[in-house]
């Protein structure tokens, strides 16, 4: 039997806090997302400014990230080149790039999703809370 490494609340608050820092360091109104590895949200933090729709979304990208196992820009690239027959896939939802996984020793363990700037704005951030980790 394998074992699994999982995110605590100290480090949900260590990449929300590094996530937050980054947006704010840019002026971006966001929400944050921080999702287990079910897709399951450990954390949800919108920004003062950020539309009320980008509480919405943020889940959504982590969740995708989390249960596809990729950046969530994957799929909108699928969309994007034609493979509109995609949208119909269950339980997926934040086909947008902005959704990035949390990967420890090969495994996802979590994802974190933004949304409220550039899809690819939203990933920075996503990406600067991750780094928090160190993994």
């Not at 999982?6 to 921080?34: C, M, P, S």
């Not at 995609?86 to 947008?96: D, H, I, K, M, N």
């Not at 994802?111 to 409220?116: F, Q, T």
Request: no cysteine; aromatic share 4%.
């Amino acid at each position: 039997m394998k074992t699994k490494s999982f995110l605590e609340l100290a480090d949900v608050k260590a990449i929300a806090a590094a996530a937050e820092a980054e947006a704010l360091k840019n002026n971006w109104a966001v929400t944050i997302a921080i999702s287990d590895d079910a897709g399951n949200l450990l954390w949800l933090q919108r920004l003062d400014g950020a539309a009320a729709l980008s509480s919405h979304i943020a889940p959504a990208k982590a969740h995708t990230a989390a249960m596809g196992r990729r950046e969530s820009k994957v799929y909108e690239d699928i969309i994007n080149g034609g493979r509109t027959a995609f949208l119909t896939a269950p339980e997926v939802q934040g086909l947008l790039e902005g959704g990035v996984p949390i990967v420890k020793d090969g495994q996802v363990i979590g994802a974190v999703g933004v949304s409220g700037v550039k899809s690819n704005e939203d990933a920075q951030i996503a990406k600067a809370g991750i780094a928090a980790l160190g993994l």
